[in-house]
């Protein structure tokens, strides 16, 4: 995780703007190339303070590098792409790595060696760091690159109807813009290791000869990635312990939601507010059972997979994905038990019910409903290894010290005839104080704080999307900014699902939160929610957006979040003077100068 640390040095001709701008790109870049900003730097002062002029830092010749853009909302496509740039350094290419949003797309009609790596989004949309270059690369203005040479490594989750879709679609395009494919399409489920590693070989090799022809010299010594201060990772999480675990709605919600605190001490894991923090989940025990009735399997079995021998029910419980219907299981289903019907519903023309199904059925539904007879080491090769989950980190360490705030949605409700849970919130509603989770960080440069605190900040968080702006709202008490704090929030009933009402109440008592508007969507005959609150105070809104403001969403990103973008352009439409068209290439701007950030789910 690249933490961009500004010194405390007097800058006279540095105003917040500059500074701001300046941490922006420099969040982008390894830690290779921040030292290598930093030394080029240092030899332009010296050159500068000799009378001389400072120089533009050599960009290298587009014939004789290898360039790697990624677009990532969750964190996974910046992984792989800075393992790719890591390995293609060792093998002494010369590489730039750049988020996609700081990739100059002028220099794309120059470009001759590009890998790509992004994700799909919701139903089929860009990341956030990734859309102008999209649209830049779908639109007209794209440029004819008959000299590029490029392979693209598409990153998604087949729970979703339009799998890897926007990684299909660049790849597409920049081979009908004329330009020539190092590597096949990836296409990277949640197991994306089993597909990127390949993947990365592949590309690779294929760059490494063509950069051979085109005479890039090698280097002798590749730069290396300065390693975090912290040994704990995704791949070696860190035992939290729980410290609180608490229901924050009253006991006649229809939801479960829980504020959980965990301790950090000792392990050297350090978050800013906008981060998350990843948890290794388990299924429940129940669902197990079900499975393997279902199943008429036993789970004391031994079953070998991947070299690995251990019980059916360990392998169900520990290791499978088990509570998230994706394609590859709903496919091996209907040929396992010769079902036309299920196989029907993978049809292109049938995506509509398709999406149903993904939404409102999970894997045991169908097991029960469309029996076949498996065996276990089939079964495994066909479910997908239990993933971790992310939740939006709910605190900031200048108010909590070595701990982290989480606010789960507890996912346990009756459908089809049965209980349906999910993995990581059930085993954190049951987890009692003193236990040990298995965290890590996951960084997310695009969801920041305005490096100047004068600025006043929107925030926009329904339901458990308000969790972040716990953590927006501490940041900013504790470290004094001046800026003005506007939120709104979301939920069924005032009564008993106003989470944090005390809290915000009491920041709106202490000047911490300048305002708070609300919509509780069943407390009254016509439903109200917070895009309907932003219509209202549009003209409000709009004056804090040209002001300077800077945006935040953050929760659902299939429904809330599209209707609070349709909502925000009507806004700019009513009050700016502008037409829907230049209101949402205002928006795309923000999004560009990360005024405007998302962290939808």
């Not at 919701?122 to 000299?147: Q, T, W």
């Not at 989940?281 to 279902?294: C, D, I």
């Not at 003193?434 to 605190?453: M, Q, Y």
């Not at 701007?589 to 005024?595: I, P």
């Amino acid at each position: 995780m690249n933490t961009v640390v500004v010194p405390n040095l007097p800058a006279p001709s540095l105003d917040a703007d500059k500074l701001a701008r300046l941490t922006w790109e420099l969040e982008s870049l390894t830690a290779a190339q921040l030292y290598w900003i930093a030394a080029w730097s240092a030899a332009q002062a010296e050159q500068v303070q000799r009378g001389g002029v400072a120089t533009p830092a050599p960009a290298g010749q587009p014939a004789s590098r290898l360039t790697i853009v990624y677009g990532s909302q969750t964190g996974n496509a910046k992984r792989i792409a800075e393992q790719l740039a890591s390995r293609g350094e060792a093998a002494g290419l010369p590489v730039r790595l750049l988020r996609a949003d700081a990739y100059p797309q002028r220099e794309l009609a120059q470009e001759r060696h590009l890998l790509l790596v992004i994700s799909t989004q919701g139903d089929g949309e860009p990341p956030d760091d990734a859309r102008g270059l999209f649209e830049f690369i779908s639109g007209k203005r794209a440029p004819k690159l008959p000299a590029l040479q490029f392979a693209v490594l598409g990153l998604g989750d087949s729970s979703y109807p339009q799998f890897c879709t926007i990684g299909r679609q660049l790849d597409a395009r920049l081979a009908e813009l004329g330009g020539s494919r190092l590597a096949s399409f990836g296409e990277a489920d949640v197991e994306i290791e089993a597909v990127a590693a390949p993947w990365v070989e592949q590309a690779l090799e294929q760059a490494r000869e063509r950069l051979r022809q085109a005479g890039a010299p090698a280097r002798a010594t590749p730069l290396h990635v300065v390693p975090s201060r912290s040994a704990w990772s995704r791949e070696q999480p860190f035992a939290a312990t729980v410290l609180a675990n608490q229901r924050i709605v009253a006991r006649d919600s229809a939801r479960d939601v829980r504020h959980v605190e965990l301790s950090l001490e000792g392990s050297g894991l350090h978050y800013q507010p906008g981060d998350a923090l990843g948890v290794w989940p388990h299924n429940p025990s129940a669902l197990v059972e079900q499975w393997l009735e279902a199943l008429q399997l036993d789970g004391a079995q031994p079953v070998t997979h991947q070299q690995r021998a251990l019980p059916l029910r360990q392998w169900l419980g520990r290791e499978r994905e088990i509570t998230r219907l994706h394609r590859g299981f709903i496919s091996a289903l209907a040929t396992a038990g010769g079902h036309d019907e299920l196989a029907r519903l993978l049809q292109p023309e049938q995506s509509a019910q398709f999406a149903a199904v993904l939404a409102d059925e999970q894997p045991i539904d169908l097991l029960r409903r469309y029996p076949a007879t498996w065996q276990p080491e089939t079964l495994l090769a066909t479910l997908r290894p239990l993933a971790p989950r992310l939740y939006s980190i709910a605190s900031s360490t200048k108010a909590v010290g070595e701990e982290v705030h989480l606010t789960v949605a507890v996912v346990d409700y009756q459908a089809h005839g049965s209980t349906h849970w999910g993995a990581a919130s059930s085993l954190l509603a049951a987890t009692d104080e003193d236990s040990k989770l298995p965290v890590f960080i996951e960084s997310n440069e695009r969801f920041r704080l305005p490096a100047d605190g004068s600025r006043d900040i929107i925030m926009i968080g329904p339901g458990t999307g308000v969790a972040p702006f716990r953590a927006f709202l501490q940041e900013r008490r504790e470290s004094g900014a001046t800026g003005r704090n506007w939120l709104f929030f979301g939920n069924r009933h005032f009564a008993s699902d106003f989470l944090y009402q005390v809290e915000w109440q009491q920041a709106l008592q202490d000047g911490s939160l300048h305002r708070l508007d609300l919509a509780f969507s069943r407390d009254a005959e016509h439903k109200t929610y917070v895009q309907d609150r932003l219509h209202e105070h549009g003209a409000e809104l709009h004056a804090w957006l040209k002001n300077g403001a800077h945006l935040y969403v953050c929760g659902d990103a299939k429904h809330m979040a599209r209707d609070v973008h349709a909502a925000l352009v009507d806004v700019i439409v009513a009050h700016g003077n502008q037409s829907p068209d230049e209101a949402n290439a205002w928006l795309g701007e923000l999004l560009q100068q990360g005024r405007y950030a998302r962290d939808v789910y």
